[in-house]
């Protein structure tokens, strides 16, 4: 389902929950910062397995990062409590799979961010 604002997604997503439903949200970073409070007031205040798949817009592991959003994403996961992988090659796609679990498991948001690179198509 789409929405019309990043910042819609957690509300919408939680509702597909409470229906049954078991929706992944898709943020780029900038995107994500936007959802905040309804990410505080929603999936981490009620408790809600919500898969996060974040572009880390501006992140670069070989080179300086000078994107306000690559440098702040991480470090607000962690202030939130979040629990997060990085994915960078095709070999890291499992940790997909290891945040859907751990999110379900733990009844917790769990991000997944995707590096510069990404995986291949």
Same mark, same amino acid.
């Given at each position: 389902?789409? $929405? ?19 929706? $992944? ?44 959003a ?25 940790r ?26």
């Open positions: 389902m789409q $929405v019309c604002r990043e910042g819609e997604a957690i509300g919408v997503a939680t509702g597909l929950l409470l229906g049954g439903k078991n929706p $992944v949200v898709l943020h780029q970073s900038t995107g994500f910062f936007e959802s905040g409070d309804s990410l505080r007031g929603l999936a981490l205040d009620l408790n809600i397995p919500l898969l996060l798949l974040i572009g880390h817009r501006g992140w670069h592991r070989n080179s300086p990062v000078t994107d306000s690559a440098k702040f994403l991480e470090p607000v996961l962690d202030a939130w409590h979040i629990n997060h992988y990085l994915v960078e090659t095709d070999q890291d796609v499992q997909i799979s290891t945040g859907y679990r751990e999110a379900q498991q733990t009844n917790r948001p769990v991000a997944v961010l995707f590096g510069r690179d990404g995986i291949s198509s």
